[in-house]
């Protein structure tokens, strides 16, 4: 698995960041395959001010950050460990959201 940071142009000189997956993966939410992630992040083209400097050099920390915490998430799902996010999820509200989504099952007498 493989997560990348790419840059889509925006306008007024803008590119918003994105993380690209290859292969792609499997949305927990929607149960469909995604190869990209919007991160709604955006960085300047040519920064004029040091102002845009600094949030351009902010902004690509947090985006480098991000990435690197989904590649680790997907390394240890590749190998049979439990996502950090699923370890501090409530079995009660799991279960429940699973029940919803087997809406044609009677789970919920």
Not at 57 to 81: D, N, P, V, W
Request: proline letters at 5%; one cysteine or more.
């Amino acid at each position: 698995m493989k997560v990348t940071i790419g840059k889509h142009a925006l306008t007024k000189g803008r590119h918003r960041l994105f993380l690209d997956y290859y292969p792609p993966i499997v949305n927990p939410k929607t149960n469909k395959q995604t190869a990209y992630e919007n991160l709604k992040l955006f960085v300047y083209d040519h920064p004029a001010t040091s102002g845009e400097r600094n949030h351009n050099r902010t902004t690509m920390e947090l985006a480098t950050t991000i990435c690197a915490s989904r590649q680790l998430e997907l390394q240890a799902q590749k190998h049979g460990m439990s996502p950090s996010f699923r370890k501090h999820e409530s079995f009660i509200a799991y279960f429940r959201k699973l029940a919803d989504q087997q809406r044609g099952l009677n789970w919920h007498n």
